[in-house]
Nanobody
Framework: QVQLVESGGGSVQAGGSLRLSCAVS????????MGWFRQAPGKEREFVAA????????YWHDSVKGRFTISRDNAKNTVYLQMNSLKPEDTAVYYC????????????????????WGKGTLVTVSS
């Protein structure tokens, strides 16, 4: 069984930065594409960013391009989401996700069919 534990959430003013971490345990981390989704109050969960298990392919939602960076450290079984220039509309619970893949460059953008989810970490951005 794979466990995903997010950390790094908190409250920040608009324009600030946070770095989320997702520690993975239980299986071979390097065989999983990883990503982040978020869900704001009263809204559906939406895709934020994803990275292939090789680390060679990444994808972002248009709303975070140029502001957020996703990366992974396979030696530490951890994926990161560096969030800069935060906006109030980035306020949400952020969820880490893992999906097994044979293709080293596979990334996901949809939230159905994902193998594993974390419990989420809250990010609050004030204006």
């Amino acid at each position: 069984q794979v466990q995903l534990v997010e950390s790094g959430g908190g409250s920040v003013q608009a324009g600030g930065s946070l770095r989320l971490s997702c520690a993975v345990s239980g299986r071979t981390f390097s065989n999983y594409a990883m990503g982040w989704f978020r869900q704001a109050p009263g809204k559906e969960r939406e895709f934020v960013a994803a990275i292939s298990w090789s680390g060679g392919n990444t994808y972002w939602h248009d709303s975070v391009k140029g502001r957020f960076t996703i990366s992974r450290d396979n030696a530490k079984n951890t994926v990161y989401l560096q969030m800069n220039s935060l906006k109030p509309e980035d306020t949400a619970v952020y969820y880490c996700a893992a999906d097994s893949a044979a293709d080293s460059d596979y990334v996901f953008v949809l939230d159905y069919g994902i193998d594993y989810w974390g419990k989420g970490t809250l990010v609050t951005v004030s204006s």
